[in-house]
């Protein structure tokens, strides 16, 4: 008999796996079904935070240990790139059992652990699930190229020639040639959007559809508070489409959303489409409902426009993708990022915007991976503190859930000369001891160096240094997370736009009822006056929010401020009332 | 009676400023609200003679907000005093009511343009910073534009505004009513508009110097190079050009004329007595005139005084404004065909003021001004490139006919800085220099 922790396991032909009863629950948090609304997130790779065991690896002890500093720091939600069984072709994302830890990380119980833990400190954990692909070494697939008329046959996307769905694109063109790859034991074409290595499921098969649910469920009755639902808009394929979005696609999805509201009332569903906005909202679900399908998709493409507008210092290219952002669902969020495990990707911008961008912050091609730029926050903005405090202010209060990326919070820097995405993936720094005190391994055997450049490297940026002193970019960080978290109007506010005759400045009004915070942004490096109109907000009085410094009552003459270059300021306006 | 004598000299849009005030009278007085607002017409008499028409909503009895009432306050008359009413909440959205509901006041007519919403029922404030008209904004998406100075006939603002908006163009805040009158003569003539408000816009000056400070910053950078290059835009904002004249051209008509080089001579032979460096570059300068021909071109209704303060950027478009051209000259001569390329040269010229404006007040650096060209070159290469991508034919092939019209708007420059701002004189007469070498080639 094959013990739980192993995992899946071939029995006659047949794929046979755990169950959630075969191990521990972690106690729940009390059922909220909006918390994601209000949540900071931060995506953290269990391999690269903190390892326990010395063998060069994080692990899920390792996330646990570190538990008090993400409490400490603000956190609500962990995002956790996949940690399932792997070949690690693909950084995890190909995953050969759904049912098992990748076992240098530990093991489900350890996760189980890891939930517990969290969920002790008012922590939520969500994670990936790669629907769209498994791993060719999925039993799936090994059983499906093995026998063709077998249970697993048709849990792939086999075809007798490499011409179908030829509108669909490829997505990893430094990689790929095509969508298709001959599979030489079945003498068959499979189908994969991404790597070779990671052939599509076959959602057309409701068989494929009750696994999947399946694993949903397992993860789900263990704990966990949700889902990054991984290339979520490829799941079916049709001819003459460009097999994207297709409302099949949707229905599933639908599905899946049913089961977490019956089953599991307060975990989410989080979209990631690399899409456009208009295509995004499809997968809140009906509006009417409030949102039946994901209760979060990330923002795509708001990121780059950040980053070309503040190097424009022109406000058009965040105002142009915002006021092209359709309104959403009511029980719905945006996830938004400055960066995160994969490239800044430069898919949702015109050819234009694309050479701009590399030429602005990838001059080195070394930079550049697929269509975008790997690079790390700090090193994109040239270790500006400014700039990085003007970024950060952009994501805690642009309208979405922000997702901090590990390590940027100490303004951790990239190395680019580690292969595909590795070079942002380097050991969380801690402190200037061996390893960035990141694992007690011997240096050799750390899975990639950590970073030791001059400015970037552990020993000049890392936790220890930074935790005990107020003027850090870490505690700033710690600062602004908490400032936003006392305003409702950050999580859930409207969001009107401001407008002003100067280009530079980025002002716009967050509205939550009685909660109006106001926030003016200088996306130049130079100082520059604005004059706002504020006519509608007469007599209210602008409460600088991180000292509550009161600043000269409204009136009806355009309002007045200067700004520092990449200066910013957070207002909440007061009622006249209260001003007495 | 108000003391108009003593109240319009200090308005911005009062362009009398030069001449002696005679005398300041009504001459027409139309009742709009009880007896609390009115429209007037007034006849300004100078004392060379000449007159000018002006026209003002009055409020009686009702002033504005606080921060208003200095600027707002007209006088007493008896025990009643006169505000602009503009500045009046209530009254301002009494026009545009009247506006909304097509009324008829004695000669005046407001008109909604067919399917327009406007905002009645919201609050209004009368934007900063204008000179030769007041506009008043409603609740963030509608503004009225009242003429100050009026004059019998059509004003092609409103007459351009209303053939692109009812043709569909992106490109110009919509139309969404009128208010017209009659002179005392019995002409028509157009009071005011009413069109949507780009709340989130910042204008093409704005927007350029942007870019031209971010050049200057750098030590070394050249003008491709800049994180603030301002090309893409520039590109852009020539497909709205283009696509403006083009709707102007299908809606209005084009018809062949031979270019207007008598009136840039004249308009040399003006500018020498301003600005006498200018007589020794008079010869060169009729040459290039001249060598635009005589041979007839495409002539059609274009906007007249483009450059890039008049032109806002938006989320989503560049938008022109501003069609009523130079509002000291007859309307007739405003409303007279010219070639698309007075446009043209006109956001060019704007380029090189956009480059070379910030470096007024300091000692010239030659690098400073190399790297200024590199821009501009950079800039009206993607605004033409823009242009012709849309309107199908390069404003560059017409060589000639360009820089005529280059030079005839740098020879207008010169005279202007030459009597406003003699600080900037090196800006034209730089270009005016750089146009006369390029005629010799």
């Known amino acids: 008999m094959q013990q739980p922790a192993e995992g899946s396991h071939v029995h006659e032909g047949v794929v046979e796996h755990p169950a959630a009863s075969d191990f521990g629950q972690a106690r729940i948090l009390p059922t909220d079904r909006n918390w994601f609304q209000r949540a900071v997130f931060y995506e953290v790779l269990v391999r690269a935070f903190y390892d326990t065991n010395d063998d060069g690896s994080g692990d899920l002890h390792g996330l646990i240990r570190q538990l008090d500093y993400l409490e400490w720091l603000g956190i609500d939600c962990l995002w956790l790139p996949p940690f399932y069984d792997s070949p690690l072709r693909d950084g995890g994302y190909d995953i050969r059992d759904f049912y098992k830890v990748l076992p240098e990380f530990g093991t489900v119980d350890d996760f189980v652990e890891l939930l517990d833990a969290a969920h002790k400190r008012g922590i939520r954990v969500i994670t990936d699930l790669v629907m769209n692909h498994t791993s060719d070494q999925h039993p799936w697939f090994q059983e499906s190229r093995r026998e063709p008329d077998g249970p697993y046959g048709d849990y792939y996307v086999w075809s007798d020639t490499d011409q179908r769905y030829a509108d669909a694109r490829i997505i990893f063109v430094d990689t790929e040639e095509s969508n298709w790859t001959f599979d030489p034991v079945r003498r068959q074409f499979f189908w994969h959007r991404f790597f070779s290595h990671q052939p599509d499921l076959n959602y057309d098969n409701p068989q494929v559809q009750l696994e999947m649910l399946n694993v949903i469920r397992f993860w789900l009755d263990l704990g966990i508070d949700g889902f990054r639902l991984d290339a979520v808009p490829y799941l079916f394929e049709r001819e003459g489409t460009n097999c994207e979005n297709l409302p099949e696609t949707h229905a599933f999805l639908k599905t899946c959303r049913k089961i977490v509201d019956e089953e599991f009332p307060g975990r989410v569903l989080l979209a990631e489409a690399n899409q456009w906005p208009s295509d995004v909202v499809e997968y809140f679900g009906d509006p009417d409902t409030g949102g039946d399908e994901c209760h979060m998709a990330f923002h795509f493409p708001l990121m780059p426009r950040i980053f070309m507008a503040v190097r424009r210092e022109s406000r058009f290219p965040i105002s142009e993708i915002l006021a092209q952002t359709p309104p959403i669902p009511a029980n719905c969020q945006w996830g938004i990022f400055l960066r995160n495990h994969d490239e800044l990707t430069l898919e949702m911008v015109t050819d234009e915007e694309r050479d701009y961008m590399y030429a602005e912050y990838a001059k080195d091609p070394r930079m550049r991976a697929n269509v975008g730029i790997r690079r790390r926050l700090a090193a994109l903005l040239d270790n500006d503190r400014n700039q990085v405090e003007l970024f950060t202010a952009l994501l805690l209060s642009l309208p979405g859930s922000p997702v901090i990326y590990y390590g940027d919070e100490i303004g951790m820097g990239d190395n680019i000369w580690l292969g595909d995405r590795d070079g942002v993936r380097t050991p969380m720094q801690w402190t200037p001891d061996r390893n960035a005190g990141f694992s007690r391994a011997n240096p050799g055997r750390v899975y990639v160096p950590p970073n030791q450049d001059a400015v970037f490297g552990y020993q000049a940026v890392n936790v220890e240094a930074q935790r005990d002193s107020s003027a850090t970019l870490l505690n700033w960080t710690r600062t602004m997370v908490a400032v936003r978290r006392r305003h409702e109007a950050f999580a859930v506010g409207t969001f009107q736009e401001l407008g002003g005759s100067n280009p530079s400045v980025l002002a716009f009004l967050r509205q939550a009822g009685d909660d109006v915070v106001l926030c003016v942004n200088n996306l130049s490096r130079f100082p520059q006056p604005i004059e706002l109109n504020l006519a509608d907000w007469a007599g209210y009085e602008p409460i600088e929010l991180t000292g509550r410094v009161p600043f000269p009552r409204i009136g009806q003459l355009p309002y007045l401020l200067t700004l520092q270059g990449h200066g910013f300021y957070w207002f909440r306006l007061n009622r006249p009332a209260e001003v007495e | ?441």
């Not at chain 2, 290039?288 to 890039?308: C, K, N, P, W, Y």
């Not at chain 2, 501009?376 to 033409?384: D, T, Y």
Request: hydrophobic share 45%; glycine share 8%.
């Open chain 2, 1 to 441: 009676m108000l003391p108009f004598a003593e109240w319009l000299p200090q308005q911005r849009w009062y362009a009398g400023r030069q001449r002696e005030l005679v005398s300041a009278e009504s001459v027409a007085i139309t009742p709009l609200h009880d007896h609390d607002l009115e429209h007037r017409l007034l006849l300004v008499s100078y004392a060379d003679g000449g007159s000018e028409r002006y026209q003002l909503f009055i409020a009686w009895d009702q002033p504005p907000a606080d921060e208003f009432t200095a600027v707002a306050t007209i006088g007493a008359a008896g025990d009643r005093t006169g505000y602009d009413a503009l500045f009046h909440e209530p009254a301002a959205r009494h026009l545009l009511a009247l506006v909304a509901e097509g009324a008829r006041r004695g000669e005046l007519r407001f008109t909604p343009e067919p399917g327009a919403s406007l905002p009645v029922a919201a609050g209004s404030r009368v934007m900063d910073a204008e000179q030769t008209n007041t506009s008043v904004v409603y609740d963030r998406t509608a503004l009225l534009k009242v003429f100050r100075r009026v004059q019998a006939g059509i004003n092609p603002d409103l007459e351009l505004n209303r053939v692109l908006a009812r043709a569909g163009s992106p490109h110009v805040a919509k139309l969404l009513g009128a208010i017209d009158g009659v002179d005392p003569e019995g002409n028509p003539m157009s009071l005011a508009m009413v069109t949507e408000y780009a709340e989130n816009a910042a204008d093409g000056w704005a927007m350029a110097t942007t870019s031209t400070r971010d050049l200057f910053a750098e030590a070394d950078l050249r003008a491709d190079e800049v994180g603030g290059d301002f090309s893409a835009e520039s590109h852009r904002l020539g497909e709205a050009v283009a696509s403006v004249h083009r709707t102007l051209a299908e809606e209005l008509g084009s018809a062949p004329a031979a270019p207007p080089i008598e009136t840039m001579t004249d308009r040399l032979a003006a500018a020498i007595e301003a600005v006498p460096a200018l007589a020794s570059r008079a010869g060169a300068a009729r040459k290039v005139f001249e060598a635009a021909g005589t041979s007839r071109i495409r002539m059609q209704r274009i906007h007249g005084d483009l450059h890039l303060g008049q032109v806002l950027r938006t989320p989503e478009h560049w938008l022109l404004i501003d069609f009523e051209g130079e509002p000291g000259t007859p309307i007739a001569e405003r409303r007279r065909p010219d070639s698309p390329l007075r446009d043209v040269a006109g956001v060019l010229r704007s380029f090189e003021y956009a480059a070379y404006q910030l470096l007024v007040g300091e000692s010239v650096e030659e690098q400073l001004i190399y790297r200024a060209q590199e821009w501009i070159a950079r800039n009206e290469a993607a605004f033409c490139d823009g242009y012709a991508s849309v309107a199908g034919t390069d404003p560059r092939e017409q060589k000639a006919l360009l820089a005529a019209y280059e030079l005839d708007k740098a020879v207008y420059e010169a005279a202007y800085e030459a009597r406003h701002r003699p600080s900037w004189l090196w800006i034209p007469m730089r270009s005016i220099d750089r146009l006369l070498a390029v005629g010799f080639l």
